[in-house]
Structure formats: C-alpha cells, structure tokens
C-alpha cells in the first residue's frame, strides 16, 4: 500500500490555523460484481476543498469507485465490497452508519441531467422536505441561495414554478447541482456531469464547479481528458479495475510517472 | 409474380383490419337504431329521471337510474377494493421485490384475470356471502358488496399489473437521484417514482373501473335482480349487464319494446365504458409524450 499523496507536493506556505486532514480516505479497496473484481486495492486520500478529476477508460472502474463514495453501488445485486472507507473519520461501510445522513453529506450529480418531474422549486426543495423541514421560509431561502450558488437564480427566478424539464440540458443540470447544494453536503461527486451537454453549457459547468471548490470537496469523473486537466487540482487514473498514477493534475499531464498514464492522455489509446 | 404475391398480402392483412373496423360500427349501428326506436316511445326524460326500472311488470317504468346505481356502487366497491391492494403490489414489486420474485409473481397475480368471472360470481354467492353473514346478518343473500368485493380481487391485475408496467418504466436516474440526497425507499416510491408515474396508473384504474362496469356474470349471479335505486350495499341490486343477461334469457318477444330495453340499457353502457376508454387513451397519449 502507497500513500500517494504525500506531503512534499502540498503547499504548505498557507497559514492554516488547523491543518486539516484528507476529508476521504480509502483503504485496500475491493470491488467486485459476482466474480467479476471491479476495483483492485484502491487506496487514495482526497483533501478537503480540492477537486479530483478521475480518468480512464470506459470500464476502468471509475464510475464504480466514485460511487462507493455515497453507497451507490448498495442496489446493485452481486455487489460486494471489501477495505476501508473513510469520510471525516468515520468508517462509511461500517454496519451502522445511516445511509440516509451520508448521503445527505455526499451528493451527486449524474452524467445525465435527471431534474424530477416537478417544478423547478420542487426540485430543489426536495432534499429539504424528505428531511421533514416543513417552515417555508427556511425552505425557500435555501432554494433560492442553492439556485444562486449554481448560477441558475437568474435564469429562473420568474418562473420558479414551471415543470422543470422546460429548461435546457445545460440548466437541468446547474438545476441538479443547486438540488445537490440546498441538502448542503461537504462533498459533491459528479458522474461525467458535461458528458450530455453542448460545450457552452459545459464551460458554464466547469466555471461552477471551479466556484464550489472554495466551500466543498469535489470528486469528478470525466471522460474528457481536457475537462480534468482544466478544473482539477488532483487526477486519478484508472485502468482495468486499478489506480494506477495519483497525483497533482500538472504533475499527471505532464510529466506522469508510469508509462501507460502518459499512453493514455497522450491519447494512444483508450 | 412477386408484386402479385405482396399485393394479395397487403390486401388481405388490410381487409381483415376493415372486418373488425365494420364489425365495430354494426354494433354500434344496430345499438343506436334499435335504442332510437326505443326512445320513440319512452321519453328520454323519463328514462333518466324515473326511479323505478319495471319494463317487465304491468305497471312500466323505464328509468335506468336504478340499473345505473346498482352498477356505480358494485363498481365503486370493487375499485375501493382493487385500488389500494393492487397498488401496493405494484409499488412492492417494482421498488422494492428482487428481481427474480417479481418475474414469477407477476404471471401468478395475472393469473388472477385469467379465472372465469362465472366461477367468481359462484365463489361471491356461496363463499364470500355467507362469510360476511357471519358478522352481518342482515346481509341479504344477495348483495352488491360480496359481488363488489369478489369483483374487486378479479380486477387487481388490471391495477397492478398495468401500475407496476409504469411504475417501472420511471427512469432508474430519477430514483438514484432522490436516494441520492438521502431518501429513503418509501420516500423515494412515494414522493418521486409514484408521481412520476401517476398517468400509467390513472391509465390502469380507468381501465379496472371499465371492466368493472362490464363485468357481467359476477354481479348477475352474486348481486340479484332487483332493480333498485340505492346506495346500501347489503341489498339485492341489479346491474346494466346482469339487466341484459336477464331479458336475454327470458322469453321477450323479439322487436318488443321489452326487447328493446336491452338495448337502451346497453347504449348507456357503451357511452360509459367508452368515455372511460377515451379519457385513458388520452392520457396514455401525452403520457408517452412525456418520456420520449
């Protein structure tokens, strides 16, 4: 097991009061489907307010990992999991954990934009009401400050009201972002969030998640090799159920350490 | 040779397409013509007004109010019945059963519409009526309500079957988003999956409530034939169908106004079960608009 990101690439010049520790640790991660070995001892320190691009190839088991973050996998029939993994220093997979307040702390956005079909209000006050918030005001400020935070408050505060697949693809996506951010999480992982949408919603997207970083931990998974080297602090890449290169996003696209990470973004395959 | 061949293919398929098309319109055309010459000589004021429904006594009435009431309340039974059990089947088996049970149960519970009505309607008459008898003893031999009620376990399909169909066509993204922000399966079924399927399930209870009103033998054996304007479901009633059954099998003359009281009665009962048809298909359309 490496530690591989040590602490002679941090910056250590800013005058923290509290040295904050990794916000998520994972521990000899094992995934599999069945017989089939999803992830194969993964184990990876993410700080807090950073945001980590995860890279690979389709089938690289990327997807799998990020949604181990939130127990996402837990419906998959077969699915079976072994290491250790820590949010805030407590064990996610331990036995008593609620499932339920870790997902209220890890939110996700998916590659596709899947609003609910109900009103763009109603969306975004969901998290809220499934937590039994029943006083209105609280509610609709935190819609309206989730809104503002995803960029999307301007575009739809006259029409608060109407269904929310009105909007364009690039809208139900800020839209799922703000419906992420009203629960109020400390970490947001994203499933390839641009994947389904034109590159001036993507820029909108990545602009977004490049303001978020000040006040969350942000884990991405992006297919786009451009994407992650453009909004990510720290890459990961995947190949064939393995982390095989961890480190700075600078370090990853230019002078990486194993030969297939530079194969990869170098684009000789994948 | 070969243009022949398709063309002879393409034709037939069409005619057979037409048969059925013409067939639909005799009925009606034969349902329409012979109930005009009903309301020739029964006003059609007094056949929606008057209480009493006797064409087969000496002293005639005509009102179909009776034959309409004992319909709605066999219905409405069977629907208060059918409703909330084969709606929790349908939330059961789509958000919350494996895979698996759902493949075999759900061919189990279709089943259900699969039995004669006619081995129902004798079930409601010698099992289900002297069982309630047990705690309603002035429930009289023939009721509306264990006809409701055994009509009701023959619909369930109609209602879970269909419900489940949409429940389960809601994307899978729409549930990982709400367990996503921390909901739970029940929340997630209620507030996000249901809602979002509430046409295909209105679809399904229009489509029960249809059969209900056609139903036939059930409620001709189980429920009497006693024309009744009342709205106690202990008493014997009769519906339109089982009012049909009756004249068709007693020895009315043919071109009668008797006769033609079948009629009458069995035009109302289209106009109802194809409102019903036309409100389902309607919503089905912009339903289909909604996921495409």
């Known amino acids: ?270 | 040779m070969r243009k022949i061949k398709e063309l002879i293919i393409e034709k037939s398929l069409l005619s057979s397409a037409l048969v059925t098309i013409a067939v639909t319109v005799g009925i009606i055309l034969v349902l329409a013509i012979e109930a005009f010459l009903f309301f020739k000589e029964v006003s059609f004021f007094d056949f929606l007004t008057d209480t009493q429904w006797t064409p087969l006594f000496t002293e005639k009435h005509y009102g179909i109010l009776p034959l309409l009431s004992g319909t709605l309340l066999t219905t409405f039974i069977a629907i208060s019945v059918a409703l909330p059990i084969g709606l929790s089947i349908s939330i059961y088996l789509s958000e919350y059963a494996p895979r698996s049970f759902r493949k075999t149960i759900k061919p189990l519970l279709e089943l259900l519409a699969a039995v004669p009505s006619v081995v129902y309607g004798f079930f409601a008459l010698v099992v289900v009526t002297p069982y309630l008898q047990q705690f309603m003893p002035s429930l009289s031999g023939f009721n509306s309500l264990s006809a409701g009620i055994v009509m009701g376990i023959m619909i369930i399909p109609f209602v879970s079957s269909l419900s489940e169909d949409a429940l389960f066509a809601v994307p899978k993204a729409l549930r990982e988003a709400s367990y996503g922000m921390g909901a739970t399966r029940l929340q997630t079924a209620f507030k996000v999956v249901v809602p979002a399927a509430s046409s295909g399930i209105i679809v399904s209870i229009i489509l029960a409530i249809s059969r209900a009103i056609g139903e036939t033998m059930i409620v001709a054996i189980a429920a009497g034939q006693q024309p009744r304007l009342t709205l106690d479901p202990t008493v014997p009633v009769e519906t339109i169908t089982a009012y049909i059954v009756q004249v068709s099998l007693g020895d009315v003359q043919h071109g009668s106004l008797e006769y033609r009281t079948i009629f009458a009665a069995g035009i109302t009962l289209f106009v109802f079960t194809f409102l019903l048809n036309t409100v389902s298909f309607r919503i089905r359309k912009k339903y289909r608009e909604k996921y495409e």
């Open chain 1, 1 to 270: 097991m490496t530690e591989i990101m040590t602490e002679k690439t941090e910056d250590l010049k800013i005058e923290a009061p509290i040295v904050e520790k990794y916000k998520l640790q994972t521990r000899d991660v094992n995934v599999y489907y069945g017989d089939f070995q999803a992830i194969k001892d993964v184990s990876m320190n993410i700080k807090p307010r950073s945001i980590t691009a995860f890279i690979g190839p389709s089938g690289c088991g990327k997807s799998t990992f990020l949604r181990l973050f939130n127990r996402m996998n837990d419906y998959i029939e077969d699915f079976k999991m072994e290491g250790k993994i820590k949010i805030d220093d407590n064990n996610i997979y331990k036995n008593k954990i609620q499932l339920e307040q870790l997902r209220k702390d890890v939110g996700m956005v998916f590659q596709k934009p899947n609003p609910f079909p109900k009103s763009i209000f109603e969306n975004v006050a969901y998290g809220l009401k499934i937590q039994g918030i029943k006083d209105k005001k609280l509610i609709a400020d935190r819609v309206e400050k989730a809104l503002v935070q995803a960029d999307l408050w301007n575009e739809v505060k006259d029409n608060l009201n109407k269904s929310a697949l009105t909007l364009s693809g690039g809208q139900q996506q800020r839209l799922c972002i703000a419906r992420t951010l009203a629960v109020e999480p400390s970490i947001i992982l994203m499933d390839e969030p641009t994947s389904a949408l034109d590159p001036i919603s993507t820029a909108k997207i990545e602009e977004l998640i490049h303001h978020l970083k000040k006040d969350y931990t942000i884990i991405i998974v992006t297919h786009n090799m451009q994407q992650a080297s453009r909004i990510s602090d720290y890459t990961a890449f995947f190949y064939m159920g393995e982390l095989i290169e961890f480190d700075k996003t600078k370090k990853i696209f230019t002078n990486p350490e194993k030969k297939r990470t530079e194969n990869y973004i170098t684009g000789r395959f994948g």
